[in-house]
């Protein structure tokens, strides 16, 4: 039995460096026992004195695919115990399987994989959830600091993040297994520290906790995928986490109050500019110079027919800057009744697929091919009707001014609807998925199952693999936009 010992938790070069000089001297990963002994701040790893195994280096020339470096590079930084050998067997198996990596169904390749998408989420959720406090220090003056507890070892590949995004603010970020200093010129690195190092909270968490009380939208009140997006374990961290029991108790009461008010009176401003936009204006008229026009000229929009029977016009929602926009067909039933996109059935779908996608809901735009909701009454039910091409013509002069104002990168078409407004013309949806189609105004798109498929599916198995399928282009999409 062959012992290698690592020189830290996270040392890739030491493990790349024996598992070399092993593989070239025909050691079988069951005859080899990876460990660590050493400190990542300490002396150099005991395999770095080791002059056999090292003088095998130099004789131990071989090539594997890029893709295999990088996917080993982030495995490395899990938590499991066993990710040495795993990384160590596949690297052995792939002289007699050179396509290893691509048998996605092997158990080996399919838990390689699935530590490195853990790492990724771990790398997104360090970044979103990092919350800095102000502290003062006499000789060096204001600096900032926080405490975050990562589920894996991600924080130095995360610290490059927060050097860019934050250039000239000194901060720190605390960790269990390492802490990241930045000075506004360079990175350091030192031991991981303990919570009690952590500062204590400041005056102005309360203005934050005020602030995101206050555009919490009770609508969008869905616990299972909040806890998929936002897990508990990170709630300590956050200011804001303290409310949330509070907002997910009250948001039922808060959705059926905002059903019964009339919707608010835009200002003035905003509603003669959607006049002028709107209200019997060519298909060439002036268009908005906001988001907040387009809210209010979709109110008085006459484009087509279907304002008549529908309750509101339901404009786009979402940040105005957001990297990736979907649209939808129309609004639905409760979508035309609360005046948002995507709080029904499908909005409900979407947002447990956004979640396992890994896809923030939050930093996306939403909006509809067709702004009213067109539908056949029978008894007291309103049962959706599929827009026709006229209707979806008329209202893509909304959705061009969306995707002006918006400008986002990537552009998804939820179903067959919204691929005629955004292609302008029948768009394939299984021939097209997870392909990048450039739009005239050089943002990508991409074609989708509209969620609202999903829940029509025959059985089980057959909503299982649609919905995986959505997943998947959910995360082509962000990735794509990335």
């Given at each position: ?165 934050f250039a000239n603010m000194r901060f720190s970020i605390l960790t269990p297994d390492v802490c990241v200093h930045w000075d506004t010129k360079a990175l350091a690195f030192t031991p991981g520290a303990d919570p009690a190092d ?178 056949e009454l029978r008894g007291k039910r309103r049962l959706h009707k599929t827009p026709d091409a006229g209707e979806v013509v008329a209202c893509r002069w909304w959705i061009e001014a969306e995707r002006r104002l918006v400008r ?21 949806i299984a021939k097209m998925r997870q392909q990048a189609i450039q739009l005239p105004d050089q943002a990508q798109g991409v074609v989708t199952y509209h969620p609202s498929y999903l829940l029509r599916a025959p059985d089980a ?22």
């Open positions: 039995m062959r012992v290698v010992r690592l020189g830290s938790e996270t040392d890739f070069e030491g493990w790349r460096g024996a598992a070399r000089a092993l593989r070239a001297r025909g050691m079988r990963p069951q005859d080899v026992l990876w460990t660590v002994d050493g400190e990542l701040f300490g002396a150099a790893a005991p395999l770095a004195r080791e002059s056999p195994l090292r003088a095998s280096v130099e004789r131990s020339i071989f090539y594997v695919p890029r893709e295999f470096m990088a996917l080993a590079e982030a495995v490395v930084l899990h938590r499991s115990d066993e990710r040495f050998d795993l990384l160590y067997r596949l690297l052995w198996r792939m002289a007699g399987e050179p396509n290893l990596l691509r048998a996605d169904a092997d158990a080996d390749v399919a838990k390689a994989r699935a530590y490195a998408r853990q790492i990724d989420q771990a790398v997104q959720k360090m970044k979103a959830f990092v919350r800095f406090r102000l502290v003062h220090d006499a000789e060096s003056g204001e600096a900032y600091v926080a405490w975050f507890e990562p589920p894996h070892r991600v924080a130095e590949r995360v610290a490059p993040f927060f050097a860019r995004r952590a500062p204590a909270a400041e005056a102005l968490e309360a203005y934050w906790r005020t602030y995101c009380a206050s555009v919490l939208n009770p609508a969008r009140r869905n616990p299972q995928p909040m806890r998929g997006e936002t897990p508990q374990r990170y709630w300590r961290n956050l200011p804001e986490a303290r409310l949330i029991p509070e907002l997910v108790a009250r948001a039922e009461a808060q959705v059926e109050e905002m059903v019964r008010q009339s919707p608010a009176e835009p200002a003035r401003r905003i509603v003669r500019a959607a006049q002028r936009a709107s209200r019997d204006a060519p298909f060439d008229g002036q268009a908005p110079t906001s988001l907040e026009e387009v809210a209010a000229g979709v109110q008085l929009c006459r484009r087509c027919e279907l304002w008549r029977e529908a309750t509101q016009g339901v404009a786009g929602e979402g940040p105005g800057s957001a990297r990736l926009m979907f649209v939808g067909e129309q609004p639905g039933d409760q979508e035309d009744l609360a005046g948002l996109p995507f709080v029904g059935p499908a909005g409900q779908m979407l947002d447990k697929a956004l979640a396992q996608a890994g896809v923030p809901r939050a930093q996306t735009y939403v909006t509809n091919a067709v702004k009213h909701f067109k539908h986002p990168r990537v552009v998804v078409a939820l179903g067959a609807t919204a691929a005629l407004s955004v292609f302008g013309k029948p768009t394939p198995a057959a909503k299982a693999r649609a919905y995986a399928m959505f997943v998947e282009d959910l995360k082509f999409a962000w990735e794509l936009a990335a």
